[in-house]
C-alpha cells in the first residue's frame, strides 16, 4: 500500500524563508543537490572556504548510511523504519535503499524543516507494496513523532531508527541523548539504532568552520566527541566494527578507500 498521510506539524504553517542558509539545503548543495538558494550556496561556499572536507564528510556519511540501511534489510531482516531530520531527498534516500532489497518496506521520515515538507511528495513515492509516510515534527518532541508514525509502523515489530547528522540540532547533550532513549524505548527488542555524526576532537578545522557556521544565523550544528557519540547507544549491543570513522564502517568494494574524517558512525541492536 502506497501511504501518502502527512501528519500537519509546527514546520506546515511556516514559510519557506529563502533569506537564512537552512541545514537541509546547504546539506543538499554539498551533496550536489539542486534544491537549495544563492543564501545557501553563500553558506555552503563560507564553509568550504575553511575547510573543503565537509564535502567528503557529507557523501561519506550517505555511504555510510546506505551500507547500514543494506545490512539492516539484507542481513537483519529489518522491515520498518524511522528516519529523523531526513534532509531534502538525494540519490539513495533510506526507502530507495530498503525497498530495492525489500519492496515491502515501510519507512516513515520526520523533520521539520518547511522546504523538506514541501518535498514530501517525492519522499513518499512508495513502492506498492511498502508505504512511506512523513511526519511533520520537531526532533525535540518525540512522543509526537512516535504518535504520528504509529499510524504507518507497527511499534510490535523490529524497526531501526535511523539518526543521520540531527542529533548536533539538538543543542542540550542530555537531552540529545534522552530524545534517543525515549525512542528507541517505544521499539521491541530485535529493533536498532543507527546513528552517523559530525565529531569533535579530530580535526581543528572541521571545528573553527563550525563555529563559524554556528555564528552565520543558520540553525547551529554541535559537534559531539567520539565518547559522547557512543554513549547514545548505550544499553544497545554495538556491532562491529563500533563506532567509527565512517569510511570505516564496513566498506564495500566500490567505495573508496577509507580514510580517517570527523564524522563517526556506528550500528547497534536492541536487546
Ligand atoms: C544535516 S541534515 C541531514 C540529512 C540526512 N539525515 C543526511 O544525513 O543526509 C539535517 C536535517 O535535520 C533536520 N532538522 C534540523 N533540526 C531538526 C529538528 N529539531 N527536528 C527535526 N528535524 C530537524 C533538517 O531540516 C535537515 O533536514
Not at 518532541?141 to 504518535?147: C, F, V
Amino acid at each position: 500500500m502506497t501511504d501518502y498521510a502527512t501528519t500537519p506539524g509546527p514546520a506546515a504553517h511556516q514559510k519557506i524563508d529563502t533569506s537564512v542558509p537552512h541545514s537541509a539545503r546547504i546539506w543538499n548543495y554539498w551533496l550536489g543537490g539542486k534544491d537549495n538558494y544563492p543564501v545557501d550556496e553563500q553558506a555552503g561556499d563560507a564553509y568550504t572556504a575553511v575547510f573543503p572536507g565537509i564535502v567528503t564528510i557529507a557523501r561519506s556519511s550517505r555511504a555510510f548510511l546506505r551500507r547500514s540501511i543494506t545490512y539492516l534489510v539484507a542481513e537483519a531482516g529489518i522491515r520498518q523504519f524511522l528516519d529523523v531530520g531526513t534532509g531534502l531527498p538525494t540519490a539513495d534516500n533510506t526507502h530507495e535503499v530498503a525497498q530495492r532489497i525489500d519492496p515491502g518496506t515501510r519507512i516513515v521520515y520526520v523533520d521539520n524543516d518547511p522546504m523538506v515538507l514541501a518535498h514530501a511528495r517525492a519522499l513518499l513515492y512508495s513502492t506498492p507494496e511498502g508505504a512511506t509516510a512523513y511526519v511533520d515534527s520537531d526532533a525535540l518532541d518525540p512522543d509526537r513523532i512516535l504518535a504520528a508514525a504509529a499510524a504507518t509502523l507497527d511499534f510490535s515489530r523490529p524497526t531501526a531508527l535511523i539518526l543521520s547528522n540531527i542529533l548536533g540540532h539538538v543543542a542540550d547533550y542530555d537531552q540529545a541523548r534522552s530524545i534517543v532513549t525515549r525512542l528507541m524505548g517505544a521499539l521491541p527488542s530485535g529493533s536498532y539504532l543507527s546513528i552517523n555524526d559530525g565529531s569533535r576532537g579530530i580535526d581543528p578545522v572541521f571545528e573553527q568552520a563550525q563555529d563559524a557556521y554556528n555564528e552565520s544565523g543558520a540553525v547551529p550544528y554541535n559537534l559531539r566527541t567520539v565518547d559522547e557519540i557512543t554513549s547514545f547507544f548505550d544499553g544497545l549491543e554495538l556491532l562491529d566494527p563500533g563506532v567509527v570513522p565512517v569510511p570505516h564502517w564496513r566498506p564495500g568494494p566500490t567505495d573508496s578507500a577509507p580514510e580517517v574524517i570527523a564524522e563517526h558512525g556506528g550500528l547497534a541492536r536492541k536487546p
